[in-house]
């Protein structure tokens, strides 16, 4: 490859060249001076995708869309001071949920460090805890190397998609001039790289780690599964396809109560039941638990979205409760894990599924299919009898609607929560996203943009007002997205969650200080950024416009204005009814 002399540029266009060897060939930017030579080394890498993003906090979150749908990081350039500290929120959320991100910030020389230089922020290891790892790039200079620059580059690869994937935070020093100008004489400084100039690989190859499948946990496990008389399986988020198929096949053999969490992805392809999502504590009786607590719970993949599946384990502990995941983190927050294996999912399943013989169908299955079956119909019945456009049918009709193949990103607060209570189980394959790893609701439109970027497919996301306010900026992304995203916005003038809090209670402070009440329409903005823009105000014409936008294959954005009172009735009565039903049928 072509090298100017000037390091800045040099030491710039190696970093972007060992990273595409490395397959990392996605690289979200943003405007500013000190990154110029990162900018200008993968605006002219020739194999590099260059995404260009107004503000960096979108960037960062466009990349954890893309690194969530593909497994691999995209990178990250920023310059430096705040733009790097706008980074955080992302990285945070990649590192609680495991999902590989490569930042790269432009830094000043140390020499201009804690002196009042404008612009000049102490960057070096300025995200701490919340990275697998962290280097700090002393200024390009001959003595270094560029063969020390690859191999650094080559391990930070290695450490964001390893076996414990997630954020890795480069931190690139540069002195002036910045510019892709004539310098420095590069004999000295690439005199040990022949190998890797002569070539298309990498300097280091990295295999990759592989937390492997022991024979003897998989038959003691087995053991543990052919002993139980009331087996439970619990679901939560899946990583790839292969994970998917495995754990599909596994349960098919175990004919036993599924509980598929909407982030697993089985959830919309007919696996489980959702009985447990309408499970509380408080109102169900000893009889109810009798029947529905299980004796050994297998709980593949990461967490689940539902606060009441902690409920229900701390109400039903079981004798056994297996975990299997890939990484080493504790998800256990009622103190209920009897046995954690870490291991390669996929592998286990499908080791687990050759091992076992396929199950009967026995009374414990049959209670929980038949409370389900009871649940569904309330939902359906409440539902359709609503005249007004409420989030419980955009959730049930999304659920039913979204094209096969495609993918659904969902926003927290109401959103996941919805489409987690009120889904159809049709039979269609979706790919389903969400920043469940702290579970803000800033970045949501960015991430779903990076999602479809990263499935190569088209999204449906949906967000609510507020996440949508927080991430604005990103509609930018929106009107020029390929593959096309779609958002639903839910529009219920401020936060309808809290509706939920005893807080509700306290009229004085809660309209004001949570609910945060507003007047805000989405149009103006939509036309701003040039996206296709739609309000819907009838349960006819939300489904008109959204299979109007599909058929079309573009971008844009439908807003649903809902009413907070009507929502917070409708759920009420359906959760009223699902109680009363899980206490008396079939009992």
């Not at 990273?19 to 930017?29: A, K, P, S, Y």
Request: glycine share 8%; proline share 6%.
């Amino acid at each position: 490859m072509p090298m100017p002399a000037n390091l800045n540029t040099l030491q710039a266009q190696i970093i972007v060249e060992e990273l595409v060897r490395c397959g990392i060939d996605t690289f979200c930017i943003s405007p500013g001076s000190r990154s110029t030579p990162l900018v200008a080394a993968a605006a002219r890498n020739r194999r590099a995708r260059v995404m260009m993003f107004y503000d960096e906090r979108g960037s960062a979150f466009y990349a954890l869309g893309y690194g969530r749908a593909t497994t691999r990081p995209a990178a990250v350039l920023t310059t430096s001071g705040t733009a790097a500290a706008n980074l955080l929120p992302a990285i945070c959320e990649a590192s609680v949920d495991k999902v590989p991100l490569l930042v790269l910030t432009a830094d000043r020389p140390p020499e201009l460090t804690d002196t009042g230089a404008n612009q000049t922020l102490n960057q070096a290891g300025m995200f701490a805890r919340f990275v697998r790892w962290d280097f700090d790039f002393p200024c390009p200079c001959e003595p270094m190397g560029a063969q020390a620059v690859l191999t650094t580059v080559d391990h930070a690869v290695s450490r964001s998609v390893g076996i414990y994937p997630g954020p890795v935070h480069l931190n690139c020093r540069f002195r002036e001039p910045l510019e892709p100008m004539q310098g420095a004489d590069e004999t000295v400084y690439t005199a040990r790289i022949g190998r890797w100039r002569d070539s298309r690989e990498p300097f280091t190859r990295y295999e990759p780690a592989c937390a492997a499948v022991d024979p003897a946990v998989v038959e003691s496990i087995a053991q543990t599964i052919g002993d139980a008389q009331r087996l439970m399986v619990v679901v939560g988020g899946l990583r790839t396809d292969r994970q998917q198929t495995a754990v599909r096949q596994l349960v098919a053999k175990l004919r036993c109560p599924v509980y598929a969490d909407i982030v697993s992805g089985l959830r919309l392809g007919g696996c489980g039941t959702n009985l447990i999502r309408h499970y509380d504590p408080q109102l169900l009786g000893a009889d109810f638990n009798r029947q529905a607590r299980p004796d050994v719970v297998l709980h593949i993949g990461g967490r689940t979205t539902s606060k009441r599946v902690g409920q229900f384990f701390d109400t039903n502990r079981p004798r056994s409760y297996i975990v299997i995941k890939q990484d080493p983190d504790r998800y256990d927050p009622v103190h209920a894990v009897t046995r954690h294996v870490q291991t390669d999912v996929a592998g286990f399943c499908e080791s687990l599924a050759e091992y076992i013989e396929s199950r009967d169908e026995g009374a414990f299955w049959r209670f929980y299919r038949n409370k389900a079956e009871a649940a569904h119909a309330i939902i359906e019945r409440h539902i359709a009898a609503e005249p007004g456009l409420t989030e419980a049918f955009v959730a049930r009709h999304l659920s039913r609607e979204v094209p096969d193949g495609t993918g659904l990103f969902l926003s927290n607060s109401m959103p996941i929560r919805d489409m987690d209570l009120y889904a159809d189980t049709a039979a269609q394959t979706v790919r389903v996203g969400a920043n469940r790893g702290i579970s803000g609701i800033d970045g949501v439109v960015a991430s779903a943009c990076g999602f479809a970027a990263g499935l190569d497919a088209p999204v449906t996301a949906v967000a609510g007002d507020l996440a949508m306010v927080h991430d604005i900026n990103s509609l930018a992304i929106v009107g020029r997205s390929e593959p096309p995203v779609i958002v639903v916005t839910i529009n219920n003038r401020g936060g309808g969650i809290f509706d939920f809090l005893d807080i509700s209670q306290y009229k004085d402070v809660f309209e004001p200080y949570f609910v945060a009440p507003h007047d805000y329409s989405f149009a103006g903005v939509c036309e701003t950024f040039k996206v296709k823009y739609q309000t819907t105000t009838t349960k006819q014409a939300f489904a008109d416009a959204y299979r109007a936008m599909v058929h079309e294959g573009t971008s844009g954005l439908i807003e649903v204005p809902t009413q907070r009172a009507v929502n917070l009735r409708l759920r009420k009565a359906i959760k009223t009814a699902i109680i009363e039903a899980l206490h008396t049928e079939g009992e």
